[in-house]
């Protein structure tokens, strides 16, 4: 019925749903079962910058132009996805850059003291150079609020903006932190309100037009929940979201709406996120498509994607295999929407691409599906239980779709095999392979796999015969293939103590 729930216990809970989003079913659709499980969109090559380079961001002006940035170059991305040089920042990184516009100048920030700005022309590359103004104090983040452009000051208490409809600064402008006493190290306009995010605390400003500055502090309010990393707030409708932290703790994920903030992680998350090296490295970003508003939590050091989806308030593991059938973290990390379609931008190498629900690969990389199903015991007696068959309720027969390569790893220690031939050419159907823990979840053994059917086979049902003899089963589906698919759930016929079924 939902997603990804690996508890602090296996016990308890050893769901995984990887590159699979749920969908509730209207109840006016009469669907079969209330839930299905549908595989997240694919990565399909727009444009490559001519130098190759770290992904660092992507940009939207208001005038509905798009720039990204490729290591220290910034290019202006015409409407055929084509690259043009418009500068390059003055410092190498690899950490994102932010920018914001008044609809006549954007201003973009790379967390050093200096500010670039690009004076927008629609539909051509603007004009880039450089802030000269001494009272701009460096910022990790941008945004813009009623004209202004607000900005955090590094390593201090403070936000402050430009002059209203400006790029130029006021060393006037300016407001201090005052509900906690830790340094500001992110900033995000909402509502008409700048969230200011602090390492343990956070506060919410409004325009009071007030003189010399015209922004003052939301009375009586406070978020109890700080930020602990800078890069991971972001922002979707009315709402915010950041991985937190407090004086009591961190690694939660917050949403920030309505002046207050509300935890959206789950237990199970916070456990694994526990075990990462590092949080404060995430980056956060939001996109929408087909109705779902995803919130995507990437984690560079921890090498993990974690994806909410707002509209059925489910997480779900976001991943890419390599040729060895590894999993690490999306290679799409930043979004756009530009020119009529949702853009993503490769944190590796720069590349755009579109975000695409008929493409089921990575930029021809097989996307490998994973779905593990709640546990099945006999809850009344505890007794062991025999499986004699699991059916997958699974959509099949879509046809190959088009070519992609082959993984040249050990795909069927993973549990998948894709269908894909050395070449290129799908020479068999896609399979899905059922793994079996019969140990509560602690370890998995392969049991077989059943073909997903040949083009226009739509009324196979992939079933697995004598799947074991137990107390307490976990059941893990394991697919991959170039093909419309989507998921139920799996029946299973079981025998229980003294012969019941």
């Not at 409004?206 to 009375?219: E, Q």
């Not at 961190?250 to 309505?258: P, Y």
């Not at 929408?288 to 489910?314: K, L, M």
């Not at 973290?329 to 020119?339: I, M, P, S």
Request: aromatic share 14%; hydrophobic share 35%; with cysteine.
């Amino acid at each position: 019925m939902g997603g990804s729930y690996k508890q602090a216990s296996l016990i308890a809970g050893a769901q995984r749903s990887v590159n699979l989003y749920c969908e509730k079913n209207a109840e006016s659709a009469q669907a079969p079962v209330n839930v299905t499980h549908y595989s997240r969109p694919g990565n399909t090559p727009l444009g490559a910058p001519p130098a190759p380079g770290p992904g660092r961001g992507l940009y939207v002006s208001t005038l509905g132009d798009l720039y990204a940035v490729v290591g220290q170059a910034v290019y202006w991305i015409s409407p055929d996805w084509a690259f043009t040089l418009v500068g390059n920042l003055l410092q190498p990184g690899i950490t994102p850059v932010y920018a914001a516009d008044n609809s006549t100048d954007a201003f973009m920030v790379d967390g050093s003291t200096t500010g670039y700005t690009i004076l927008l022309k629609a539909g051509a590359p603007g004009t880039f150079g450089t802030s000269g103004d001494p009272n701009y104090l460096g910022a990790d983040r941008v945004d813009f609020l009623d004209y202004f452009l607000i900005f955090n000051q590094p390593n201090t208490p403070n936000w402050y903006s430009t002059l209203e409809n400006s790029v130029s600064f006021n060393a006037l402008y300016f407001g201090t932190k005052t509900a906690w006493p830790d340094n500001v190290i992110a900033i995000i306009a909402v509502e008409r309100q700048a969230w200011i995010m602090g390492k343990y605390k956070a506060e919410i400003w409004t325009n009071n037009a007030t003189v010399p500055f015209p922004f003052g502090i939301l009375s009586g309010n406070i978020i109890e929940q700080g930020c602990a990393a800078k890069y991971s707030l972001c922002k979707q409708d009315v709402n915010c979201y950041w991985i937190s932290q407090s004086p009591e703790g961190s690694r939660m994920a917050m949403r920030g709406a309505g002046q207050q903030s509300q935890r959206i992680s789950t237990n199970a998350i916070e456990e694994e996120w526990l075990t990462y090296p590092r949080v404060d490295d995430c980056i956060g970003v939001t996109y929408q498509i087909r109705g779902h508003p995803f919130v995507e939590f990437h984690f560079p050091t921890a090498d993990r994607t974690w994806v909410f989806d707002e509209s059925t308030q489910e997480w779900h593991e976001k991943a890419y295999y390599d040729t060895n059938g590894v999993q690490h973290r999306a290679r799409d990390l930043f979004k756009a929407y530009a020119y009529g379609k949702n853009v993503a931008q490769d944190w590796s190498s720069g590349q755009l691409y579109l975000v695409d629900e008929t493409n089921y690969s990575d930029n021809g990389m097989p996307i490998v599906y994973r779905r593990g199903i709640p546990h099945l015991l006999d809850n009344e007696n505890f007794d062991r239980v025999t499986v004699w068959r699991l059916i997958a309720d699974m959509e099949c027969g879509n046809g190959p779709g088009y070519p992609v390569p082959t993984l040249t790893g050990s795909p069927w220690t993973l549990g998948f095999n894709a269908g894909f031939g050395p070449t290129g050419v799908l020479n068999e159907p896609p399979q899905v392979t059922l793994r079996i823990s019969q140990d509560r979840g602690f370890s998995f053994f392969t049991h077989s796999s059943q073909y997903m059917g040949a083009d226009g086979e739509y009324s196979t049902r992939p079933t697995f015969n004598q799947c074991g003899y137990g107390i307490d089963f976990v059941f893990e589906l394991v697919w991959s293939g170039p093909m419309h698919t989507g998921l139920n759930g799996v029946f299973v016929v079981t025998e229980l103590h003294g012969g019941d079924e």
